[in-house]
């Protein structure tokens, strides 16, 4: 895609920003004297982040890492997290049709199963999933604080699963004086939001709470606004006609009670859930009755709790956290004819997927004074699964009840040196019962120069993921499964100007992934698994750049954010470029704000050419590149209420993230916010 294509393109946004704040002005009552404008997002050194597992300002930080603010989120989470981490450098998101469907995150070009998601410190990874990754499409955003998405290898602080980096999702914990919040908002495609807040702190006690609820009647998820010729599985026959619409219904709920027993003890609870409801469509099979049959849904609920404890000792100068944690996962999926009997007739059938994860960590901090702080710790985890069938007849099912635990340890030293230089290196061993042990290291580094505003930082480290349950044990399964490896390094410079008027973020990265588990026919295979099995035998690279800027362009009134990844994703036995990697990708947004109390914002995302895979034909195909422009618009009119209004995809593109699955047309959305 051309540079001069992305500057008219952005030029457009800008013109379309323009009348969309004419025309909103014109609707909009007069301001209450004496009120300030909204706030904007700050550039700078005062972000925290907790990429070490401690809280630190984000220029001590030597990792990659962009944080994503609560302001963000509320502005473009009304479906959920998939539209608030697109643009993220580095980042690749797949919807399978719409709000609801199963969406997958891509990190520096590594798989889902290889990217760590976690909220409030706890991986949320279904175990009985087939790599144990996390379906983005069912979470919602009831009150978060702030994202975090750390890129490269982290497995020497986190674990397995984070080879390509970790998105960590903090909710909100209360302070300060009460406060309660009501949003509603409906729009395009029969969509119709609500989310509910409470939080605050008196004394020592905190808290806080939160609703949201989410039902849209959406678009069929296949097929849709697809212009080509369409067949269903056998790859002959015509798809049938459309259905009017594939349904979403979900909700979710979050919660944090904490309460400070004394000056150098508080205690704290959690919970974190979802539940999701979805109609979707089954394209893959031979009989044109059963791809759209209303008998093709899911049903998942998702819900975690934790308990903490965290103890100040020696004068404060030990930090110690103990968290026990809990989540369950349950799946339950209806398919229209999709389980045979011993004649192989075919019958409708549920298929349940139920995966629990339990355990303890424990977490120590320990200040040194000048020689820097010790982060140390250890944790077990123990994951299980459990699938079924409904109904069973003989000798057709082999159900999955299988369980494994890790037992890790981890330690970290940082330390700052010459007021200038930061450092860290650490490592992680973790133990899989009955498996593999394997360590990671990580070391880190960062110069700052505090004249002009200017930090060259650098890693490298290691990252590993265990094979899933489901590779392990299904029956296509190996229990011998090695995990997969990864070796990776970032370099880059953040650099402020003007004031922190202008800052810009370039990194380079490049990571080599090997022992990647992969399904086909092996010589690891059993006598009874016929149709294949899963084995150790992929090897990958990726590297690339990453960049992400802002600026503000006018003080008060006119900001300019962006952000463009430039991936070459490579698979090293074929040597042929990964599905779902493009090697080109960016956002640009244009915020004007020089109203009191109205923000509005003009969105361009541009995607390149995107490889991916049509499985009824068995060939590789390339989805065309495709630009995409957003509108948002808010009014704060007074401190208790605030109204609201978003059009996506202005230009109507027609566009697809996987391959034949149909993205929305141009749509509308409003809402009003009561808070007091």
Same mark, same amino acid.
């Given at each position: 895609?051309?540079?001069?294509?992305?500057?008219?393109?952005?030029?457009?946004?800008?013109?379309?920003?323009?009348?969309?704040?004419? *025309?909103?002005?014109?609707?909009?009552?007069?301001?209450?004297?004496?009120?300030?404008?909204?706030?904007?997002?700050?550039?700078?050194?005062?972000?925290?982040?907790?990429?070490?597992?401690?809280?630190?300002?984000?220029d001590? *930080?030597s990792?990659?890492?962009?944080?994503?603010?609560?302001?963000q989120?509320?502005? &473009?989470?009304?479906?959920?997290?998939?539209?608030?981490?697109?643009?993220?450098?580095?980042?690749?998101?797949?919807?399978?049709g719409?709000?609801g469907?199963?969406?997958?995150v891509?990190?520096?070009?590594?798989?889902?199963?290889? @990217?760590?998601?976690?909220?409030?410190?706890?991986?949320?990874?279904?175990?009985?999933?087939?790599?144990?990754?996390?379906?983005?499409?069912?979470?919602?955003?009831?009150?978060? !604080?702030?994202?975090?998405?750390? &890129?490269?290898p982290?497995?020497?602080?986190?674990?397995?699963?984070?080879?390509?980096?970790?998105? $960590? =999702?903090?909710?909100?914990k209360?302070?300060?004086?009460? &406060?309660?919040?009501?949003?509603?908002?409906?729009g395009?495609?029969?969509?119709?939001?609500?989310r509910?807040?409470? /939080?605050?702190?008196e004394?020592?006690?905190?808290?806080?709470?939160? +609703?949201?609820?989410?039902?849209?009647?959406? $678009?069929?998820?296949?097929?849709?606004r697809?212009?080509?010729?369409?067949?269903?599985?056998?790859?002959?026959?015509?798809?049938?006609?459309?259905?009017l619409?594939?349904?979403?219904?979900?909700?979710?709920?979050? #919660?944090?009670?904490?309460?400070?027993?004394s000056?150098?003890v508080?205690v704290? #609870?959690?919970?974190?859930?979802?539940d999701?409801? =979805?109609?979707?469509?089954?394209?893959?099979?031979?009989?044109?009755?059963?791809?759209?049959?209303?008998?093709?849904?899911?049903?998942?609920?998702?819900? %975690?709790?934790?308990?903490? +404890?965290?103890?100040?000792?020696?004068?404060k100068?030990? $930090?110690?956290?103990?968290t026990?944690f809990?989540?369950?996962?349950?799946?339950?999926?209806w398919?229209?004819?999709?389980?045979?009997?011993?004649?192989?007739?075919?019958y409708?059938c549920?298929?349940?997927y139920?995966? !629990?994860? &339990?355990?303890?960590?424990?977490?120590?901090?320990?200040?040194?004074?000048?020689?820097?702080?010790?982060?140390?710790?250890?944790?077990?985890?123990?994951?299980?699964?459990?699938? /079924?069938q409904?109904?069973?007849?003989?000798?057709?099912?082999?159900?999955?009840?299988?369980?494994?635990?890790? $037992?890790?340890?981890?330690? %970290?030293?940082?330390?700052?040196?010459?007021?200038?230089?930061?450092l860290?290196?650490?490592g992680? =061993?973790?133990?899989?019962? %009955?498996?593999?042990?394997?360590?990671?290291?990580?070391?880190?580094?960062?110069?700052?120069?505090?004249?002009?505003? @200017?930090?060259?930082?650098?890693?490298?480290?290691?990252?590993?993921?265990?094979?899933s349950?489901?590779?392990?044990? *299904?029956?296509?399964?190996?229990?011998?499964?090695?995990?997969?490896?990864?070796?990776?390094?970032?370099?880059?410079?953040?650099?402020?100007?003007?004031?922190?008027?202008?800052?810009? *973020?370039?990194?380079?990265?490049?990571n080599?992934?090997?022992?990647?588990?992969?399904?086909?026919?092996?010589?690891?295979?059993?006598?009874?698994?016929?149709?294949?099995?899963?084995?150790?035998?992929?090897?990958?690279?990726?590297?690339?750049?990453?960049?992400?800027? !802002?600026?503000?362009?006018?003080?008060?009134?006119?900001?300019?954010?962006?952000?463009?990844?430039?991936?070459?994703?490579?698979?090293?036995?074929?040597?042929?470029?990964?599905?779902?990697?493009?090697?080109?990708?960016?956002?640009?947004?244009?915020?004007?704000?020089?109203?009191?109390?109205?923000?509005?914002?003009a969105?361009?995302?541009?995607?390149?050419?995107?490889?991916?895979?049509?499985?009824?034909?068995?060939?590789?195909?390339?989805?065309?590149?495709?630009?995409?422009?957003?509108?948002?618009?808010?009014?704060?009119?007074?401190?208790?209420?605030?109204?609201?209004?978003?059009?996506?995809?202005?230009?109507?593109?027609?566009?697809?993230?996987?391959?034949?699955?149909?993205?929305?047309?141009?749509?509308?959305?409003?809402?009003?916010?009561? /808070?007091?």
């Amino acid at each position: 895609m051309s540079p001069l294509f992305a500057q008219g393109a952005l030029s457009g946004a800008t013109s379309c920003l323009a009348l969309f704040s004419a *025309s909103l002005l014109v609707l909009l009552p007069a301001r209450v004297a004496g009120q300030e404008a909204l706030p904007s997002v700050e550039i700078g050194a005062a972000t925290i982040v907790s990429a070490d597992r401690v809280e630190e300002r984000v220029d001590k *930080s030597s990792s990659a890492v962009t944080v994503i603010p609560s302001a963000q989120i509320e502005k &473009r989470a009304a479906t959920g997290l998939t539209e608030v981490l697109r643009g993220t450098p580095g980042l690749d998101l797949y919807e399978t049709g719409g709000p609801g469907a199963q969406t997958s995150v891509f990190l520096r070009g590594a798989t889902p199963g290889q @990217t760590l998601v976690l909220v409030d410190g706890l991986r949320i990874g279904d175990p009985s999933s087939t790599d144990g990754s996390v379906d983005l499409g069912g979470l919602v955003a009831s009150d978060i !604080e702030r994202i975090e998405v750390l &890129r490269g290898p982290q497995s020497a602080l986190y674990g397995s699963d984070a080879m390509g980096g970790v998105i $960590h =999702i903090l909710t909100r914990k209360g302070e300060g004086r009460p &406060r309660a919040s009501i949003l509603l908002e409906g729009g395009s495609y029969g969509t119709a939001h609500l989310r509910a807040r409470v /939080s605050g702190s008196e004394d020592r006690l905190w808290y806080a709470f939160a +609703i949201d609820a989410l039902t849209v009647d959406g $678009h069929p998820r296949y097929g849709y606004r697809i212009t080509r010729p369409l067949t269903i599985g056998d790859s002959k026959t015509p798809l049938p006609p459309l259905p009017l619409n594939d349904p979403t219904n979900k909700g979710g709920a979050s #919660a944090r009670l904490g309460y400070r027993v004394s000056e150098d003890v508080a205690v704290e #609870a959690g919970f974190f859930g979802y539940d999701s409801a =979805i109609r979707f469509d089954n394209p893959y099979s031979f009989s044109a009755v059963d791809i759209f049959d209303p008998q093709n849904h899911q049903h998942a609920t998702f819900a %975690q709790g934790f308990a903490r +404890i965290d103890a100040d000792m020696f004068d404060k100068a030990l $930090h110690n956290r103990f968290t026990l944690f809990g989540n369950v996962t349950n799946r339950d999926v209806w398919q229209a004819r999709s389980c045979y009997d011993a004649s192989y007739n075919s019958y409708n059938c549920r298929r349940g997927y139920r995966g !629990e994860r &339990r355990g303890f960590e424990y977490q120590g901090d320990l200040t040194l004074g000048a020689f820097g702080l010790l982060t140390f710790g250890a944790r077990n985890e123990t994951e299980s699964v459990h699938t /079924s069938q409904d109904p069973v007849p003989p000798t057709t099912f082999t159900p999955i009840d299988a369980a494994q635990t890790t $037992h890790s340890g981890f330690a %970290q030293h940082k330390l700052t040196l010459f007021e200038r230089v930061d450092l860290s290196y650490g490592g992680r =061993i973790d133990a899989v019962d %009955q498996n593999r042990t394997f360590a990671t290291w990580r070391a880190t580094g960062a110069y700052r120069f505090e004249e002009t505003g @200017t930090k060259l930082r650098g890693s490298a480290g290691t990252g590993a993921r265990v094979a899933s349950l489901y590779q392990r044990f *299904s029956q296509y399964g190996d229990p011998a499964l090695a995990p997969e490896t990864s070796v990776g390094y970032d370099v880059g410079v953040d650099q402020s100007l003007f004031g922190e008027r202008l800052y810009a *973020s370039v990194s380079l990265f490049e990571n080599r992934f090997r022992d990647l588990i992969e399904f086909g026919r092996a010589p690891s295979c059993a006598a009874t698994q016929a149709f294949g099995c899963y084995y150790n035998v992929g090897r990958a690279r990726t590297k690339g750049v990453e960049f992400a800027g !802002e600026a503000i362009l006018v003080p008060g009134e006119w900001r300019l954010r962006a952000s463009y990844t430039h991936l070459a994703a490579e698979n090293l036995v074929t040597h042929r470029s990964l599905f779902r990697r493009p090697r080109d990708k960016g956002t640009a947004s244009v915020v004007y704000a020089g109203v009191p109390g109205l923000e509005l914002e003009a969105r361009l995302t541009i995607i390149g050419p995107n490889p991916d895979y049509d499985y009824i034909f068995s060939q590789r195909v390339t989805l065309a590149p495709f630009a995409k422009l957003d509108l948002y618009a808010d009014y704060k009119i007074d401190e208790r209420m605030s109204v609201f209004a978003r059009i996506e995809n202005v230009n109507d593109a027609r566009y697809e993230e996987v391959y034949n699955y149909g993205t929305a047309g141009r749509s509308v959305y409003g809402g009003v916010k009561f /808070s007091w």
